[in-house]
């Protein structure tokens, strides 16, 4: 996918973070591990950065999850962050899920949650728990019309019913340690309202309409990139977009910026900065290494950040991460 070339030097990312003198981005270090497991779906959302859906064969083999855990064992992560396509579709889950949460770790999966609907994978519901895995679901909106625009028709109410399903395992609910984190991303080319508010608003609905419970909202900025960015050119939304996160640029989320502090890794074991990154094919650069297999911490966890136009949306209004807005 190629982003449309900047028509000024402002609008290039790296020379804006020049201008405020915050360039070249470096990590941090690493804190978060995330592997992309897999690019097979079984949605296909209009908004989907990785183009994922039910014709992609992408897995990740044993051989790159076993090298994923030995680098995940390293004392400075604290998190491995399991994300796809659905990870659920990959056949060797069930096992990277006992290796992962043998390490003590923080553990997450992203989980569409319909998947869990078929009665082939409702056993991740157990597994999850039994694992004491943080779950992030997406959840687009609370308006039923509106998610089911933007992932298909029918899936807001199956998310609904894996929800409920999931609170009687005792996720989502105080003081269970079951965490369970719902994600929104608006359904158009607009950014997202603030965190909290839309928090209370999501909680008082699914409360009060469906019973159901969470911990937490993440607010997510689409990225132009990926199936949403074939939506923007397609609805002549491409410009006014890019201007949009340009003039919503906020110096105060460069520090807290998901790239400096994560290693986003393929299913076929190459690196990233991020997961937008992967998407566009942009590997780690700066003589670090750039497959998991060649994984060496104190080089990956000094290298400069691969940066573009499309990090724009990372850094636009309270910014936007995997974990939510970055300022409140």
């Given at each position: 996918m190629q982003l449309m070339p900047p028509s000024h030097p402002a609008d290039d990312f790296a020379e804006r973070l020049r201008a405020c003198g915050l360039a070249p981005l470096r990590s941090a270090g690493i804190e978060i591990l995330q592997m992309n497991i897999t690019r097979q779906c079984n949605l296909s959302c209009k908004h989907c950065h990785v183009q994922a859906g039910p014709d992609r064969a992408e897995m990740m083999s044993r051989e790159t999850m076993t090298n994923c855990m030995t680098a995940a064992a390293h004392p400075n992560i604290t998190t491995i962050d399991i994300t796809g396509g659905a990870p659920e579709l990959h056949p060797e889950l069930e096992w990277l899920l006992g290796e992962a949460a043998g390490l003590k770790k923080r553990l997450i999966v992203r989980s569409n949650l319909v998947v869990m609907l078929d009665p082939a994978y409702r056993r991740y519901l157990d597994i999850f728990a039994a694992h004491k895995v943080e779950l992030v679901a997406s959840l687009p909106d609370y308006h039923p019309e509106k998610s089911d625009r933007q992932r298909g028709a029918g899936s807001f109410a199956a998310a609904i019913e894996v929800i409920r399903d999931l609170n009687h395992r005792s996720y989502g609910l105080p003081g269970s340690g079951l965490m369970l984190h719902l994600v929104h991303n608006p359904v158009g080319a607009y950014l997202p309202g603030l965190q909290s508010a839309l928090e209370v608003e999501y909680r008082r609905v699914l409360r009060d309409q469906y019973g159901l419970h969470f911990n937490t909202l993440f607010c997510l900025v689409n990225n132009p990139i990926g199936r949403y960015a074939e939506y923007l050119k397609r609805s002549g939304n491409w410009s006014d977009y890019m201007r949009t996160l340009q003039c919503a640029f906020n110096i105060q989320t460069v520090g807290s910026l998901m790239c400096r502090t994560m290693l986003s890794i393929g299913w076929d074991g190459r690196l990233y900065d991020?997961?937008?990154?992967?998407?566009?094919?942009?590997?780690?650069?700066?003589?670090?290494?750039?497959?998991?297999?060649?994984?060496?911490?104190?080089?990956?966890?000094e290298r400069e950040v691969v940066v573009r136009s499309h990090c724009f949306a990372c850094t636009a209004g309270a910014g936007s991460s995997c974990q939510g807005a970055l300022t409140s």
């Open positions: 991020c997961d937008f990154n992967q998407m566009l094919d942009l590997t780690v650069n700066s003589g670090a290494p750039n497959h998991i297999e060649n994984f060496d911490y104190h080089r990956l966890a």
